[in-house]
């Protein structure tokens, strides 16, 4: 069995996908939280970070853009652009 054991793959460390709701400034520093602090901060920053260059991307094509949702397979992004920060719900899909 040595030789099967060479081939066997450990499976990966399946993490669940945010829930709950995030405020960030204009810096993309979150504020206030009331996703899982388990969920890895840096994820959340990438996620306000990008909410924040399309809010500005928009601003700059003199688009007005208050607010998006993005729905992805398996979550749901909706930001508002509040005061050059903005307010980030982040909602699992439910399977089906």
């Known amino acids: 069995m040595g030789l099967l ?12 996908l945010p829930a709950g709701s995030m405020t960030v400034d204009r810096d993309g520093q979150i504020v ?4 899982s602090s ?3 901060v840096d994820v959340l920053e990438k996620i306000a970070g990008e909410v924040l260059r399309l ?6 094509a003199h688009l007005p853009l208050t607010e998006f949702r993005i729905h992805f397979a398996s ?3 909706t930001a508002r652009e509040a005061r050059g920060g903005a307010i980030i719900f982040l909602t699992p899909s ?3």
């Open 5 to 16: 054991s060479l081939f066997a793959k450990a499976r990966p460390a399946l993490q669940r």
């Open 32 to 35: 206030t939280s009331t996703v």
């Open 38 to 40: 388990t969920y890895p």
């Open 55 to 60: 809010f500005q991307e928009a601003r700059q």
């Open 75 to 77: 979550l749901q992004i």
């Open 94 to 96: 439910a399977p089906l």
